[in-house]
DNA sequence: GCGACAG
DNA sequence: ATCTTGTCGC
């Protein structure tokens, strides 16, 4: 995959929210343009996270058939988050390891599953958002636990849907993947609204709390970041060998 | 001022 | 995110 757009990653957060100023803007809320075909999970893995700028850092991106959820293709890099974990700008940690995995994709799905918030965010920018700019493909983003706003709890049955509220705004929905396991949050990234971002996370969650995405690019970064790789679920090989080679 | 705070 | 054993339950 190559991308739309392309930026210097900030060092210092004044840096990071003048980017966030600057791109947020074009962030652009439709209903997806087509029934997704490919549909993809990205996540990051950490070395013994700290926080830190310095943390290391291995990302995957994993392209499952939007039928089945059988995988298609993966990618992954690894690298330094370059970055320290602040709330709100947790995006420049994650993108630029994510960026380059994505451009290691040779196709190009028709939504970016996103570990994290979209519009959900203090600036409405989240990560989900952010990669969307960049990368001009639908995104939206499926947070384990919420970063803001207000709800009331949904029903106990899988498709259970309430809204969240911030300052005025509708800016994610809390949806019950299962019935009786706890809600994720759900929300609208670029070229995506909301209700299509909830339509195909649940439908990507058949099985468990998490779409299969997010549980395959986590299991596969997760490997990488500590050097392992070998025997994958499908039987694919991943890298072997050490972690974090002193090549990256 | 105090507490909360995606991963 | 990551550090970590057993344990309760379908």
Redesign the pocket.
């Known amino acids: 995959m190559r991308l739309q757009r392309e930026h210097p990653w900030p060092r210092t957060e004044a840096e990071a929210l003048a980017v966030q100023e600057e791109l947020r803007p074009l962030v652009r809320l439709v209903p997806l343009p087509r029934p997704p075909r490919l549909i993809a999970g990205l996540?990051?893995?950490?070395?013994?996270?700290?926080?830190a700028a310095d943390?290391r850092v291995a990302a995957a991106v994993v392209v499952l058939d939007a039928a089945t959820l059988e995988p298609v293709e993966r990618a992954t890099a690894v690298g330094t988050a370059g970055f320290p974990?602040?709330?709100?700008?947790?995006?420049f940690?994650?993108l630029p390891v994510l960026v380059r995995a994505l451009e290691r994709l040779s196709s190009v799905p028709d939504v970016l599953l996103?570990?994290?918030?979209?519009l959900?965010?203090?600036r409405r920018?989240?990560?989900?958002c952010?990669l969307g700019v960049l990368t001009g493909v639908p995104t939206l983003?499926?947070?384990?636990?919420?970063?803001?706003g207000e709800w009331t709890e949904p029903g106990p049955e899988r498709g259970a849907t309430a809204d969240v509220h911030d300052r005025g705004e509708t800016v994610a929905r809390v949806l019950r993947t299962q019935t009786g396991v706890k809600p994720?949050?759900v929300s609208a990234g670029h070229l995506i609204d909301l209700d299509d971002a909830t339509a195909v996370v649940l439908d990507a969650a058949r099985r468990y709390r998490l779409p299969e995405t997010t549980r395959l690019a986590?299991r596969l970064?997760?490997d990488v970041?500590?050097g392992e790789g070998v025997g994958t679920p499908t039987g694919v090989s991943t890298p072997t060998g050490v972690s974090f080679p002193p090549g990256s």
């Open positions: 996540d990051v893995a950490y070395a013994g996270a700290h926080g943390d974990y602040v709330p709100g700008l947790f995006a940690r994650e996103c570990d994290g918030q979209g959900a965010h203090p920018f989240g990560l989900a952010h983003g499926v947070a384990k636990t919420p970063l803001l994720v949050t986590d970064c997760r970041a500590q």
